[in-house]
């Protein structure tokens, strides 16, 4: 039986080769004006030549605001666009992967060290800025101020997804994929958690789920519409009285309403108070929930390195892509190593064709015979 996780899908005008995905990767290897190094040259020159279909790069943010720390990837100058051109263009000379950007702000979890200095806050005095947020609900021992916006500010930011997406167009990118999940600025509208605002953009789930609903709706007006967008979500916030699956579900078919594309189905980031139960698939049910009850085509994340599980996934119906991102990490190679396991045929790029098992096992039978 010919293997699900090889099998094509497409999605408006883009053509997928396979259904894995390598999930946005944050490298904090910008550099201070959060323009893309060579280090993003070789990170995601190595990842476009993995045999995955579809490559996201780390999420980019959309000011210097929305940031999570210093060296952290940017889309919102002139400088940003030039630099990662430089880099997807060199993606597409090695690779006929497609290319996907995450669009982010940080929201209220921003100004932080890098996860190597455990993410502690960078304070006002040391140079950390002032955080955004749908309302003054700090992060649990955070102190720098937040703004509230109002509905100019919110006009604000929503022209700053815009202006990023522009420039992801001119880049050259297949895809978008807006980051509403994990805590950050999206998410804390939907979450009631940290959303207590009395005007329109708080309160029930309609009002809750508005600005969000809003952002997508202004980024596909902005976006060619050949080209496909994704919305990646924290399925539920694992904290009682938070945002959950059944409220997912319904964001999900807004979003579906709206023509959108794909939703990756995450969990949690909200607050540290959530309680995760963790293990090999454990966010697929929420995909699985999300596709059934709202008929849009679900990512399912967390834990699915093991090509069989992966599969399996994909068999029962439970998702229509995979996407990895630590396994990916450690394993550049995962979907080369996942096709010689389900019997399943992929191209290499040609200067490493003769490490293919088929022709490694026909080249140790030559040279057993030649020694024989």
């Keep these: 039986m010919a293997s699900v996780l090889f099998s094509p899908l497409t999605l408006r005008s883009m053509h997928l080769e396979n259904r894995i995905v390598v999930s946005p990767l944050a490298q904090f290897m910008a550099d201070e004006s959060g323009n893309a190094t060579d280090w993003h040259l070789m990170h995601l020159g190595t990842l476009a030549v993995s045999g995955a279909g579809l490559l996201i790069t780390e999420a980019a943010a959309v000011e ?34 497609k290319l996907g950007i995450q669009l982010h702000h940080v929201g209220r979890k921003g100004s932080v060290r890098k996860p190597w200095e455990s993410y502690a806050e960078i304070g006002m005095a040391q140079g950390g800025w002032r955080l955004i947020s749908a309302s003054n609900t700090p992060y649990p021992g955070r102190n720098n101020p937040i703004e509230v916006p109002n509905e100019d500010g919110l006009a604000r930011i929503k022209s700053l997804f815009v202006e990023s997406a522009r420039r992801a ?37 309609e009002g809750r789920m508005r600005f969000p609903l809003e952002v997508y709706r202004a980024i596909r007006e902005a976006w060619p519409e050949e080209r496909p967008i994704g919305v990646r979500i924290s399925a539920t916030d694992w904290i009682d009285g938070g945002w959950d699956l059944t409220d997912s579900v319904a964001f999900s078919r807004e979003l579906k309403a709206l023509g959108c594309d794909y939703v990756v189905a995450s969990t949690g980031g909200l607050a540290p108070e959530q309680k995760i139960v963790v293990g090999p698939a454990y966010q697929v049910p929420f995909a699985e929930r999300i596709r059934r009850e709202t008929g849009i085509v679900t990512m399912a994340v967390g834990l699915l390195h093991e090509p069989k599980l992966a599969e399996s996934v994909l068999v029962e119906g439970k998702a229509d892509l995979i996407a990895i991102g630590r396994g990916m990490m450690a394993d550049p190679r995962w979907p080369w190593r996942a096709a010689h396991m389900l019997g399943a045929d992929m191209r290499y790029p040609a200067p490493y064709e003769r490490c293919h098992p088929s022709l490694m096992r026909r080249d140790i039978f030559k040279a057993t015979r030649e020694a024989a």
């Design 169 to 205: 167009a001119r880049i050259g990118f297949d895809l978008i994929e807006l980051h509403a999940a994990h805590g950050y600025l999206l998410h804390s509208f939907l979450s009631p958690l940290t959303n207590l605002r009395q005007d329109r953009y708080g309160g029930d789930l």
């Design 64 to 97: 210097p605001r929305g940031a999570n720390t210093t060296n952290y990837l940017g889309l919102w100058s002139d400088a940003n666009e030039q630099a990662l051109k430089r880099v997807i263009d060199f993606c597409r000379s090695v690779a006929p992967v």
